[in-house]
């Protein structure tokens, strides 16, 4: 299906004054897609329209169906779930191309609860339009005056936990971020739910002049609006069951109302009153006019489901990891604790292990050090499920590409996990006695350095996967102890049966922990050292351990190199996890 296009704001300002857009449906049917556990019907035969520079809004009671129809209008559901026909200027619609044209706002408010507003609409711009730093600034602040939001430019958003900006606030950020590119069409679901009166008609009436100003064709879902909201609607298209009942002016419905014999009661708006009495109301097909409206007709973008990006992937790259870095260092909890957990931790270990009579210690120490930084890593979870929320948003809406997403956020990590990986092995490698020699302190630092990169795109690939955090942390911690018993600390290899061996080798301690032994028991110097003595003299040597373990020397530099490959091997699992469910939303 093609959308007729002819231009794409390469800068803002020119879409939402230049091009107007005439939407409708066709006899439109959606049913929940096979598999579900109930079949049932969401939307009936629904023939409906949109006009530029009018304010139209959606309404009915709770499971009528309202944002559905929205999803469809904004091409977010996949046709061919969808019946019927969705025309834009009379022409089908195609979602990849509708997106560059059109905003879309949904309930919830995905954002980065660490930026500034300011910040947030900036990086928009620079996603949306490929503007520099300086051009996306002057076009947040332009939006921060169209949208009220001047006062609490410099303010956080907020969240859960944090302090920040109001709910009203927010959600008209919300709308900035989807108005950033200046759409002509915008469409939004429930803008209102949760705010007061105030803020609610506030939310309108800023829609509301911009249909009328700019010429905008603005949709948006209300479950039950008050007086104030009813005088600045100019249409309305009524919904229960999934069933059309009216569109059109409110005059026309109270009109129809009244000559049907029908008195509204003096306290109650005429919309609440024809909700109630909802199973009267027919389609009133002789009040929409005609469905072909002579608004310009534009080019045609013939290359179906391509999205056209405005950055370059390097700057897509650039621009992300400005931004994981700000909010990185603004979630106090992730960085600043994460350093005071690594220096801590060395500097506890250090004096624990200290000087331990027995090298037999030093095997004990490798294994939990391990332990205490892969199971650790579950802690950035609730991270990377924010961010997927919000990544999914604004590739859907074609901002960026989900491979620059991967890299900036593997990117990023490999500075802050070094510092954090230096800040536990200074302490903790001189406090305990291991060898003490730089090159060994160095491929220790190494070593743990890649641990924590592993850990990390470990939980990053599950942080695709899974669809919460309980689910995921039960998941993260059953892997994490199966991969510990597995590692050969608790059973060697050569006495693991058979048919569990795989998992000795998919172990992400495997190839740490014996990496540790051979920097500390490998050479001319560590396989004399002696690991265990009794009666009659050494036990167990560097040598013999090393042996037992099945452990070569060439296999030092070997371990290093598979725990990158399952660095990267991880890290691309992530990236065709999030493709698959960025592609399922743009279909």
Not at 88 to 111: C, H, K, P, W
Not at 144 to 152: F, I, P, W
Not at 418 to 425: G, K, Q, T
């Amino acid at each position: 299906m093609d959308l007729p296009i002819k231009s794409v704001p390469e800068s803002a300002g020119n879409s939402g004054h230049n091009a107007r857009y005439f939407i409708e449906t066709n006899s439109v049917s959606y049913e929940l897609p096979a598999g579900n556990s109930s079949h049932k019907t969401i939307l009936k035969n629904v023939t409906c329209q949109a006009r530029p520079g009018e304010l139209l809004a959606i309404v009915g009671p709770s499971g009528a169906g309202k944002s559905t129809l929205l999803s469809v209008l904004a091409g977010a559901i996949q046709p061919g779930n969808v019946s019927g026909r969705v025309l834009v200027n009379g022409r089908e619609m195609e979602a990849s191309s509708f997106s560059r044209i059109s905003g879309y706002v949904t309930q919830d408010d995905a954002l980065f609860p660490m930026l500034t507003v300011e910040e947030t609409l900036a990086y928009s711009a620079r996603f949306r339009l490929g503007s520099t730093l300086r051009e996306a600034i002057l076009r947040a602040r332009a939006l921060l005056l169209q949208l009220g939001l001047v006062h609490v430019a410099s303010s956080r958003i907020g969240g859960p936990g944090t302090t920040g900006i109001s709910g009203g606030e927010r959600r008209r950020v919300s709308i900035g971020v989807e108005l950033v590119h200046n759409p002509a069409v915008l469409l939004l679901d429930e803008p209102t739910t949760g705010l007061d009166s105030a803020s609610a008609h506030l939310i309108v009436a800023m829609l509301k002049s911009m249909a009328a100003t700019n010429g905008k064709t603005v949709i948006f879902t209300i479950h039950q609006p008050g007086f104030r909201i009813l005088e600045l609607l100019d249409r309305v298209v009524l919904i229960a069951d999934g069933v059309l009942r009216y569109q059109g002016p409110l005059s026309v419905l109270q009109k129809w109302l009244e000559e049907g014999g029908h008195v509204i009661p003096p306290h109650v708006n005429v919309l609440e009153y024809a909700m109630d009495a909802m199973e009267i109301l027919t389609i009133e097909t002789h009040m929409l006019g005609s469905c072909r409206v002579p608004y310009s007709v534009l080019r045609e973008n013939r290359e179906k489901n391509k999205y056209y990006y405005a950055n370059s992937p390097i700057n897509e790259v650039l621009i992300l990891a400005e931004r994981f870095a700000k909010n990185m260092v603004r979630t106090k909890q992730v960085f600043v604790a994460r350093m005071i957990q690594s220096a801590v931790a060395g500097l506890g270990l250090g004096t624990i292990f200290m000087n331990a009579d027995n090298q037999q210690a030093k095997v004990g120490f490798f294994a939990f050090s391990l332990t205490f930084h892969l199971s650790s890593a579950v802690e950035g979870l609730p991270i990377f499920l924010q961010e997927r929320r919000i990544l999914m948003r604004e590739t859907s809406r074609g901002a960026y590409r989900v491979t620059s997403y991967v890299i900036a956020n593997s990117l990023v990590f490999l500075p802050f996990l070094f510092a954090a990986s230096i800040l536990y092995a200074t302490p903790v490698y001189w406090l305990i006695g291991l060898r003490r020699e730089i090159d060994n302190f160095l491929f220790f630092s190494l070593v743990i350095w890649l641990v924590m990169l592993m850990a990390n795109a470990f939980v990053a690939c599950f942080g695709a996967l899974v669809p919460n955090f309980i689910m995921g942390n039960s998941v993260i911690a059953g892997l994490m102890g199966s991969f510990f018993l597995f590692s050969g600390y608790f059973i060697s290899k050569q006495n693991i049966p058979r048919y569990w061996i795989f998992m000795h080798y998919l172990s992400l301690f495997k190839y740490p922990f014996e990496a540790f032994l051979l920097n500390e028991f490998g050479g001319e110097k560590g396989r004399k050292e002696c690991i265990q003595s009794g009666k009659g003299g050494c036990h167990l040597t560097g040598e013999m351990l090393l042996r037992q373990q099945g452990m070569e020397e060439s296999h030092k530099w070997s371990n290093l190199g598979v725990m990158f490959g399952f660095i990267c091997v991880y890290r691309i699992l992530s990236l065709v996890i999030l493709w698959i469910r960025c592609l399922k939303i743009r279909r």
